[in-house]
Nanobody, 123 residues
Framework: VQLVESGGGLVQAGDSLRLSCAAS??????MAWFRQAPGKEREFVGA????????AYADNVKGRFTISRDNAENTVYLQMISLKPEDTAVYYC???????????????????WGQGTQVTVSS
């Protein structure tokens, strides 16, 4: 099982960026994005159900970030707009076999993780 993120980079505040996460080896029920900024704990960004497309987002990204999926490609995307310097972090993709629920923001729910991709937003 492998999750591979791509699409990170250096952008300016206000710019947009789209991250991709390609999964191979297993089909997850839910996939999510987390991020970890320097000196901070890893935090939930958003999640999506493979079957229903239902999504959930952290309050600090609602309205700016959108998660989508391509089930045929077993890939999820994180579209980020109006990026802020505080969005700077390593972004991780994660996959879970549990049903989509209020627990989707819980890291322990996710059995598999990608290696992360760096997003840096300059002011």
């Amino acid at each position: 099982v492998q999750l591979v993120e791509s699409g990170g980079g250096l952008v300016q505040a206000g710019d947009s960026l789209r991250l991709s996460c390609a999964a191979s080896g297993r089909t997850f029920y839910n996939m999510a994005w987390f991020r970890q900024a320097p000196g901070k704990e890893r935090e939930f960004v958003g999640a999506i159900s493979r079957s229903t497309g239902r999504t959930a987002y952290a309050d600090n990204v609602k309205g700016r970030f959108t998660i989508s999926r391509d089930n045929a490609e077993n890939t999820v995307y994180l579209q980020m707009i109006s990026l802020k310097p505080e969005d700077t972090a390593v972004y991780y993709c994660a996959g879970a076999f549990a049903s989509f629920s209020e627990a989707v923001a819980t890291q322990n729910l996710y059995a598999y993780w990608g290696q992360g991709t760096q997003v840096t937003v300059s002011s």
